[in-house]
């Protein structure tokens, strides 16, 4: 309700504005706004203003002649203002304004402006915005409220962290937990939330598997606990565990994920995510018990906020590539490699070598990277969320597509779509609170079979071309299988994943309160592999009947339940703090998969129809269930905001242990001492100090359902002359027992310059015993592997440092984070290591990651052939001889970030570094000589004239070279540094000024993912450190955000 | 007040029922394995799942046949395709590492582990009849000696694996030659007593082991331990049941489902309509038959048009073994199994056997066994006196006749130690220690007795 303005000059204006709200004399406000009444005629005014300072009368309200302006409280009270960013001076638009305590609330447009009304006089308004600190004001009576919000990134004391079964403030945590915001995680342009977290968590290393968009992705928190398995942290999402392990069948899986599988995580839509925090010490995870051993990430999706209904838009759109290419041998070169391994090994030339007996073009040359990795993958995201909401209600509901391509020859895409909505609700009293999230995400991928990195990297430069002049096929009279006959397969995966839940809570009495929180995850996943007999080569006569269809459904259903008490409560007349907590949790998970394998059929145009197979076989079929029952509890002591005492307990219940072992205790004592509130240390420049420090016990069950059963399972599909195959099902072990893991951690954080420089510094030290793994054993017991309590002792311990800073506050805001963790694993005991299938492997006293390899001697000066240290002096080099220990863990990792915003400009620019060793480049190749292209490298081998190469002479056959080769590559010789700094992310965006469109805020940005690489490593990429796997890709998108 | 109760008294019926929350049944693809021995139909599922797997298995990629017929001088591998693990077995430069390598390890002690385990769960069953008692332990001894002859021939010194007991058979120590042979030989004599001599559990077909089979193989063991007399015994007791075993007339008939000339034969896995053999030689460019070994047949040799067939290989053409006919093209009815024993190769080990004992000529002589193999194959028979050419002569009749059959090839040139001297002529990569296959790296790491 806008009225015209006053028709004063320009500078009365400026000169009520300047007064009423720039100089803040609201002290004032009785004599000037009986002044104002008077002037205008028993009519009061309210300002409001833009840069220009125009002022308008927004609100009259009448006056009564006393000489105190009394409102009519029967009336309602009606008040504007703006709000603006105190850093900047700038409006802010879509601020939450709300009454507190009742339903009313309102958001600022895009003035930042702002009018409502209010009960009485007495109400408070509580302005909330994020990323600056909620700010709430009393009324008194006033009609004009401006506000400048101050940012509230720096107040890392104040935010309030998910401790899982509990919140606490970063400033009273007794644990190590660390928080990464959405800001962290929008700016990366990322498919799978876990990518998001690569570098940016101290103690926390993220690996990606290969850089095709869905796989698998590998967490580790504060090193390996477990020797091979079991070192995933547990997974939380909105209160509900969420599975880590892959659902793919490597029968029907694209043969992409054979290895790694598809990381499960895909099916989480990082644009709902709140936040993810990240729990390390015995503090902060012994509430999880069994499963906190390896750490836990808990993921929170957005939730609404009160305020007017706020739709929010986000488009963006880029491409993916291969950011590295090897440097290969060239036709002439590869030819000229070939021929001289025929000639050193006195080889003729057969007509199956095709390669070099002129049967392949040998003047061809084609780049194989180009043509297999080479081209562009797309992505697009579109994101559309709404939310808003009164004091008592808020909701969320967001919907998003999700579009990507790969860099192979193809038509490969993956598309997800996924729908978020949560719902709060709060009774009047406050009393009844109520909370739900609804995630279903639908998702579907055609990938081919094939990487086809391995293949780029090793057809022999002059093979032939893939497609005839027709567009079908070469086959170049099956001289060779044509790469692209993969392309002729077909993979179909979709999967939906539907999680919902809901936590109810009611505060019974003063402080108690009760609390149940339930939720269900339903995974379900379907592979479907089409092998027509169209991929191979026609000269073989494959018709349909050879056609198969592989065919795997799997569901993962769970749920939980956790009844919870709570106890919250001041005593000594609020000095000091108490908090209690009871609850208990009830879990079971559900999974089945089933591979059914369709094969023969009619016509290759039926392999839709599983009813035109000739015969159909169920290969595979696996139920399992797992139940988990556990009492956790919780006491908090805080002392004075000085001295806090954290206590967590949990006794669990699993259903992976035999009877008699499925029950056993958890906990840990966590302590922090807030030095900086003490009297004695009140320093200026030292504005917080804590010690904080934490001991306990967590444990781990990561080993798989039913390992404790003797039992027989049918062996997939086969019968013999019709009657069913049951094969013994594993190597049993009714034994076994929980794994324990000891952890302890001190910890200083300070804040210097009002926390303008925040550093933490922690150093931890885990000591895992009765590993419980899947001990491996030679294949003459009948398995790779038995579940049993390893009879060792392992220590991770490290330190981790953390430091942010606000290097310039002005105009200009620039802010760094940087943080590093320095790793160190070491076996400190092992029984009877010596005569253990591990004798070969572990040293006591050294890593765990440490690899035993044969010692490397350089090259014999009569035959050329690569030389190793005949440990045994047996005269033979055999796997005796792997006695050199080489380290490959990483040995520091970390990352820095610089955020730099000016107006409405923001730039981050965030580096990834680790410091490890890794398998060399060469390993993805074969010896030079062989019938496959070779890295540059390679050139300059060994001949009589050039004694000091480095590569031993070329060979085709020779049994000693290829096998010294072979030996080469399991030698300490090929275990080089892989060690990186990576510009991982660089995002840019800049926010138009609301004004300029008509109150619609809007942000257009760009984001750069891996985009340069500074590494040694000679292969595609450090990482991965392989040349035989698609690296991580570097993604560049564009992207427009509105917000209306 | 009541809901404080209320809520204390549900924590504490939760807490009260843990111990039963967290109990979950045997899950349903599974059966506790002490119930499998006690019912007669699970127990002839799990020697099933035996055979199952020596079917799958035979004539693979990673069977004997096809990697050992490269090591030797039959075959030649194409290198078309991406598996590089096959040229390691051609040019005689095989690696511990080797893919195929570790696969053909762990199929044989895996087969063994599932005997032993059927062993054990035999020796404790209460329910089973005496009658299937004999019967499962028979079969899974035979195929216990089986698994470890291969494992003997092909890598030498091994562990010899009795048990399914991991603290005896997760750090075995190699047994010697003499062992090994000395335990064959009593797992296939018990096999042999254990067993019926008829097709009565088979349904009249020969895929499953009867007291002939173990006799058969128990034959094989003498001759490659050089016990001529033993060897020569057990082999006329296979060859006196004429009832169940002859020769057959027609070369084409040899590898047919239920022939006459089978001991021992295994249908095709799962659902397939072709053997492995016939799907490897005659469906994949990997390999084709040497020059040596076509060279071996006189031009009239009917086995030559019979059982080697001419195709296109990378141009090329080159010919691949005929023995089995049916690729997957065949979606009729089965008609070859693949076979593990026949008559002829029972024919040939008494000729060996009877000429080293110097029987050549005449009735009960080395002549009449091998005559009626070089007859069928529209050859005429041979006379020869001398006992050294008499044997030269055994040794290419049974390269002709068992070529591309469970390497035979392979282990005769290793057993009558001319592999050297044959394959250094041939293969350009030879060296002396190729003979032997290398133990998988992987287990050598874990088990440090293996080296």
């Given at each position: ?7 004063a000059s320009?500078?009365i204006r400026?000169?009520?504005y300047s007064l009423?709200?720039r ?9 000037f706004?009986?002044c104002?009444?008077?002037?205008t005629?028993s009519?009061?005014?309210a300002?409001n203003s833009d840069?220009r300072n125009t002022?308008e009368?927004?609100t009259?309200?009448s ?5 105190k ?7 309602k009270?009606?008040i504007s203002g703006k709000?603006?960013d ?10 939450n304004?709300i009454?507190?305590?009742s339903?009313?609330g ?14 009485n006089d007495n ?6 915005f994020?990323?600056?600190k909620?700010?709430?004001i009393?009324?008194n009576?006033?009609?004009r409220?401006?506000v400048s ?5 720096r107040?890392?004391k104040e ?5 899982g ?6 400033k009273?945590?007794t644990g190590?937990i660390?928080r990464?915001?959405?800001k ?5 342009p990322i498919a799978n939330?876990?990518?998001a977290?690569?570098?940016q968590?101290s103690?926390?290393?993220?690996e ?6 869905g796989?698998?992705?590998s967490?580790q928190?504060r ?6 398995n079991g070192?995933?942290?547990?997974i939380?999402i909105d209160?509900?565990?969420f599975?880590?392990?892959t659902?793919s069948?490597i029968r029907?899986?694209s043969?992409f ?6 990381s499960?995580?895909?099916?989480i ?6 936040s993810?925090?990240i729990l390390k010490?015995?503090?902060a995870t012994a509430?999880y018990?069994?499963?906190g051993?390896n750490?836990?990430?808990l993921?929170?999706?957005k939730?609404g906020k009160p305020g007017?209904t706020k739709?929010d838009?986000?488009?963006?759109s880029?491409?993916s590539?291969?950011a590295?290419?090897e440097d ?6 590869y ?7 025929f000639?050193?090994?006195?080889l ?6 095709f ?5 392949w073009?040998?003047?061809r040359?084609?780049?194989w990277?180009?043509?297999?990795i080479?081209?562009?993958?797309k992505?697009?995201n579109l994101?559309v969320?709404?939310s808003?909401?009164t004091?008592m209600?808020?909701y969320?509901?967001?919907?998003s597509f999700?579009r990507?391509?790969?860099v192979f020859p193809?038509?490969n895409?993956?598309g997800?779509g996924?729908i978020?909505?949560?719902?709060n ?5 406050s ?6 999230t609804t995630d279903y995400i639908n998702s579907r ?14 057809l022999?430069?002059n093979?032939?071309?893939l497609?005839?002049e ?8 099956s001289t ?5 006959s993969a392309l ?5 995966s979709?999967v939906?994943?539907?999680l ?8 019974i009495?003063n ?5 149940v929180?339930g939720?269900?995850n339903?995974?379900q996943?379907?592979?479907k592999?089409?092998?027509?007999s169209?991929?191979y080569d026609?000269?073989?006569m494959v018709?349909?009947a ?6 795997t ?6 749920w939980i339940?956790e009844?919870?008490?709570?106890y919250?409560?001041q005593?000594?007349?609020g000095?000091?703090?108490?908090q ?7 879990q ?6 089933q591979t059914?394998?369709?094969t ?5 145009n039926?392999l839709?129809?599983?009813?035109s197979?000739?015969?159909v076989e ?12 556990a009492?956790f509890?919780?006491?908090n002591?805080?002392?004075k ?13 699993s259903s992976?242990?035999?009877?008699g ?7 840990a ?5 807030i ?10 420049f030292m504005?917080?100090g804590?010690?904080r420090?934490s ?5 781990n069950?990561?080993i798989?359902?039913y390992?404790?059963?003797?039992t027989y399972?049918s062996l997939?599909g086969?019968a013999?002359?019709d009657?069913?195959?049951l094969i ?7 034994d076994?027992?929980?794994?324990t893991t000891?952890?302890f951690e001190?910890?200083l ?5 009002n926390?303008r ?8 030290s885990n000591?895992s ?10 294949i ?6 038995i ?9 991770n ?6 430091l942010?800073t ?9 802010t760094?984070?940087?943080n590093i963790s320095?790793t160190?694993?070491?076996?400190i005991?092992?029984?009877n290591?010596?005569?253990s299938?591990?004798a070969?492997i ?5 890593s765990l990651s440490?690899?035993k390899r044969f ?8 035959t ?15 796997a005796a001889d792997?006695?050199?220990a ?7 990792y970390?990352g820095l970030n610089?955020?730099i915003?000016?107006k ?12 490890k060793?890794?398998s060399?480049?060469l ?5 030079p000589g062989?019938p496959?292209?070779q890295p540059s ?18 060979t ?9 080769y ?8 090929t275990?080089?540094?892989a060690?990186?700094?990576r ?10 000024s609301?004004?300029w469109?008509?109150?619609i805020?809007?942000r257009?940005?760009?984001q750069?993912q ?12 450090p990482?991965?450190?392989t040349?035989?796997i698609?690296?991580?890709?570097r993604?560049?998108?564009f992207?427009?955000?509105i917000t209306? | ?6 809520s ?6 939760a807490?009260?029922?843990?111990q ?7 899950p349903?693809n599974q ?10 139909t ?5 020697i ?9 298995n035979s ?5 004997v046949t096809?990697?050992s ?6 075959t030649?591998?194409?290198s078309?395709g ?10 005689n430069?095989l690696q511990d590492?080797n893919?195929r390598?570790?696969e053909?390890?762990d ?5 063994i582990?599932?005997?032993n385990?059927i062993?054990?769960?035999i020796?404790?069953?209460?329910r089973l009849s005496t009658s299937l008692k004999?019967?499962?332990r ?5 195929i216990r000696a089986?698994?470890?002859?291969y494992l ?14 991991i603290?005896v058979t997760?750090m075995p120590s190699k047994n010697t ?25 088979s ?6 082991v009867n ?5 058969a193989?128990?034959?094989r ?5 050089e016990?001529?007399?033993n060897?020569?015994a057990?082999?006329?007791?296979v ?6 075993y002859s020769?057959?007339?027609?070369l ?10 089978a001991?021992l034969?295994?249908?095709p896995s ?7 053999d016939?799907?490897m ?5 990997f ?6 070994l076509?060279?071996?047949f006189?031009?009239?040799?009917q ?7 001419q195709r ?6 080159q ?13 009729g009815?089965?008609?070859e199994?693949?076979?593990?024993l026949?008559?002829?190769?029972l ?6 056997a009877r000429a ?8 009960g002589g080395?002549?009449?066994?091998i005559?009626?193999i070089?007859l069928?194959a529209g050859?005429?028979?041979i ?5 050294g050419e008499f044997?030269?002569e055994?040794?290419?009749e049974?390269r002709?006749e068992l070529?591309t059959e ?16 044959i ?7 030879w060296?002396e220690?190729?003979e032997i ?6 287990e050598v790491l874990?088990n440090p007795?293996?080296?």
């Open positions: 309700m806008k009225q015209s303005l006053l028709p320009l500078k400026e000169w009520f009423f709200i100089q803040n004399f609201f002290f004032l406000k009785t004599p706004l009986v104002i009444a008077t002037a005629g009519s009061l005014f300002f840069e002022v009368i927004t009259a309200l006056v009564n002649n006393t000489d302006p009394t409102i009519d409280t029967t009336d009270l009606s709000v603006t105190s850093h900047s001076g700038e409006p802010l638009p879509a601020v304004v009454v507190k305590g339903q009313t309102v958001t600022t447009d895009a003035n930042g402006v702002y009018s409502l009304t209010v009960d109400e408070i308004l509580i302005f909330s994020i990323g600056f909620t700010y709430e009393a009324v009576g006033r009609i409220i401006d919000l101050e940012s509230d990134v107040e890392l935010v309030v962290i998910n401790a079964y509990y919140d606490v403030t970063e009273e945590k190590s660390v990464i915001s959405e962290t995680i929008s700016r990366q939330p876990l990518l977290l690569q570098g968590v103690g926390l290393y993220v990606q598997a290969n850089g095709i968009p796989s698998n992705v967490l928190i090193g390996k606990n477990s020797l091979q070192t995933t942290p547990l939380v209160g509900v565990p599975t880590s392990e659902m069948d029907s899986s043969s994920y054979a290895t790694v599988g598809a499960p995580l895909n099916n839509n990082p644009a709902d995510i709140l993810i925090e010490d015995a503090d509430i018990g069994s499963r051993a750490g836990v990430i993921i929170t999706t939730k007017n739709i838009i986000n488009f963006n880029g491409i590539n291969v590295h290419y290969l041998l060239n036709t002439q070169q030819l000229a490699v070939r021929r001289k391994a000639k050193n090994d006195e003729t030339i057969e007509p199956y070598n390669d070099v007996n002129g049967q073009d040998t003047t040359n084609t780049n990277q180009k043509k297999f080479g081209g562009n993958a992505m697009t994101q969320a709404a808003g909401g004091e209600t808020q969320n509901v967001s919907g999700q990507q391509t790969t193809g038509e895409t993956t997800r996924a978020h909505l949560s719902v609700n709060r009774s009047k009293d009393k009844l609170n109520m909370h739900f991928s055609d990938y081919v079979g094939s990487d086809f990195t391995a293949t780029a990297m090793t022999a430069p093979a032939p071309r497609y005839n027709d567009g079908t096929l070469n086959w170049e009279n060779w299988e044509n790469p692209l002729e397969a077909g993979f179909d979709r939906t994943n539907f919902a839940n809901g936590i109810v809570s009611y505060d009495l402080g108690l309160k009760i609390k929180s939720g269900l339903q995974l996943n379907t592979d592999r089409t092998l027509p169209t991929i026609p000269a073989y018709t349909s050879e056609s198969q269809v592989i065919l459904s799997s569901e993962n259903k769970s339940v009844p919870q008490a709570i919250d409560r005593i000594f007349s000095r000091d703090k108490i209690l907590l009871l609850g208990g949790s009830f079971s998970q559900d999974k089945t998969s059914t394998t369709y023969g059929y009619p016509s290759n039926l839709g129809d599983f009813n197979a000739a015969s169920v290969s595979a079929y696996n139920p399992s269930e797992y139940r988990y029952a009492i509890g919780r006491v002591y805080n002392y905001e000085k001295y806090i005492l954290n206590l967590t307990g949990r006794r669990d219940g992976r242990f035999g009877p072992k499925q029950f056993t205790n958890f906990g004592a966590g302590f922090a001492w030095f900086s509130s003490e009297n004695f240390m009140k320093w200026n504005s917080f804590k010690i420090s001991f306990g016990v967590t444990g069950d990561q798989g359902d390992k404790f059963l003797n399972s997939g086969s013999y002359q009657i069913s195959a013994p099902t594993r190597l049993f072990n009714p076994y027992a929980w794994e000891n952890k001190i910890a954080e300070t804040g210097f310059l926390d420089i925040f550093l933490i510094a922690s150093y931890y000591r015993s009765n590993q419980l793994v899947d001990y491996k054993v030679p003459t017991t009948g398995f790779h592997s579940i049993r309590n390893f009879p060792a002792k392992i220590e311990s490290g330190f981790e440092f953390d942010n606000v290097n310039v506050n002005k105009k200009i805001r620039w760094t984070s940087f320095f160190r694993n070491k076996l005991e092992f029984t290591l010596e005569s299938s591990y070969n572990y040293v006591v006293g050294k440490l690899i010692a490397y001697q350089g090259i014999d000066a009569t050329g052939i690569y030389q190793f240290e005949d440990k045994n002096s047996d005269g033979d080099i055999t792997m006695e050199k080489v380290e490959i863990y990483p040995k520091y970390g610089n955020s915003s000016y409405g400009f923001n730039l981050d620019i965030f580096l990834q570094f680790v410091k060793n890794a060399s480049h390993s993805s190749f074969f010896a062989n496959a292209n490298d390679i050139l300059g081998a060994w001949t009589p004239e050039n004694p000091t190469a480095t590569t031993q002479r070329y085709v056959i020779n049994s000693d070279a290829n096998n010294a072979n030996n080469f590559l399991s030698s300490d010789q275990i080089v540094d060690s990186f700094v510009i991982k992310n660089v995002s840019i965006s800049y926010t138009l609301p004004k469109i008509n109150g805020g809007c257009v940005y760009i750069g891996n985009l340069i690489t500074f590494t040694k490593y000679k292969g595609l990429d990482e991965t450190a040349s035989s698609l690296p991580p890709l993604t560049i998108v992207g427009i955000n209306l | 007040m009541k809901v404080k109760i209320l204390l008294l549900l924590a504490l019926q807490i009260l029922s843990c039963e929350f967290v109990e979950v049944g045997v349903e059966l506790i394995s002490s119930t499998v021995f006690e019912d007669e699970t127990a002839q599922s799990a099933a799942a035996v055979y199952a797997r020596l079917a799958n004539g693979n990629v990673s069977s096809f990697l017929a490269f090591s030797s001088d039959e030649v591998c194409t078309i991406t598996d590089s693990d096959m040229s390691q077995y051609y040019n430069s590492t893919a390598l570790q053909l390890w199929f044989n002690y895996i087969t582990y599932y005997t385990s062993l054990q769960g020796e404790t069953s209460r004999n019967q499962l028979g079969e899974a001894l035979f089986f698994c470890h002859f003997a021939n092909l890598f030498g010194d091994i562990p010899y694996i009795k048990t399914t007991d603290s997760a030659r003499t062992e090994i042979y000395s335990q064959m030989i009593a797992d296939l004599s018990d096999s042999k007593s254990l067993l019926a001599g008829d097709l009565s559990v349904n009249s077909e020969k895929t499953r007291k002939f089979v173990s006799a193989l128990l034959s063991v003498y001759l490659f331990n016990d001529w007399v060897a020569e057990q082999s006329t007791e060859i006196n049941e004429t009832s169940l020769l057959e007339t027609e084409d008939n040899v590898f047919k489902r239920n022939s006459s000339e001991i034969q295994l249908p799962g659902r397939a309509k072709y053997t492995n016939a799907n030689f005659l469906n994949t460019p390999s084709y038959l040497s020059e040596e076509m060279d071996s006189d031009p009239t040799d086995r030559l048009t019979k059982w080697t067939i296109n290989i990378g141009g090329l053409e010919y691949s073994p005929y023995k089995y006919k049916d690729t997957p093209t065949n979606t009815t089965v008609n199994y693949s076979m593990v026949r008559l002829a190769e024919y040939l080990i008494r000729a060996e080293h004992q110097n029987k050549i000529l005449g009735a080395a002549e009449e066994d005559n009626p070089r069928r050859l005429e028979g006379e020869i006196s001398t006992v044997l030269a055994i040794g290419q049974r002709r070529f469970w390497g035979h090839r392979w282990l005769d040139l290793k057993r009558t130690k001319t592999v050297d001297e394959l250094s002529a041939v293969k350009p990569g060296n220690t190729d296959y290398p133990i998988p790296r992987a874990l007795n293996l080296n």
